[in-house]
């Protein structure tokens, strides 16, 4: 299976149209465009997911003028994007047709293919403590790094074909929700990145 986007190149910077968050606060965040082939036979649905795995893992530096994330800092998974149930016929998604602004709180019931569910992304966690942003974000909501990181980010989205029509997650489900339901179920997988930052020495 192939995995392409019109809206960024493999390995390549992703544009900020496409992000969260940019030099001036909130960006576009809209989600890129996806195309995928080759998909094998017996497939009855996609799930789809979007991970950046550069986060720091120290949250207290984060934003920070006076202090740089070091590069050599512990990462962890960041999840920007979860989407199940994909029904087998669709092939692409078009840009900016899952999200397009930035919803504070959370978008509860973003838009996508007929039939696809969405789970929640980790803003949802990220935000819980700030009484102006808390809430439940469902859907794509895209880069925005630490302005003071060191590191060049990647965000990886991920289309499995797989051979159940409905995945069992339920609610508020999570990308960990969706690799436990997965496993035995993925016909096959295919990847693409692209890298973002807001640090100006980068």
Known sequence: MKLDSQSFHNMQPIPAEFAAGDA??????????????????????FALLCVDPDVPTVPELVGRA???????????????WVMVDIPAAVRDIAAGSCSEGFTVKGKLQPAGPAGARQGINDYTGWFAGNAEMAGTYYGYDGPYPPFNDERLHRYFFRVFALD????????????????????????????????YTLNPAL
Request: charged share 20%; no cysteine.
């Open 24 to 45: 001036n606060g909130f960006a576009g965040n809209r989600n890129p465009q996806l195309a995928w082939s080759d998909v094998p036979e017996g497939t009855r649905s």
């Open 164 to 195: 159940v029509e409905k995945l069992p997650v339920e609610g508020a489900f999570t990308a960990a929700d969706v690799y436990r339901a997965m496993q035995g179920h993925v016909l096959a997988e295919a990847a693409i990145h692209g890298t």
């Open 66 to 80: 006076d202090v740089s994330i070091p590069l050599d800092q512990v990462r962890g998974d960041f999840v920007h």
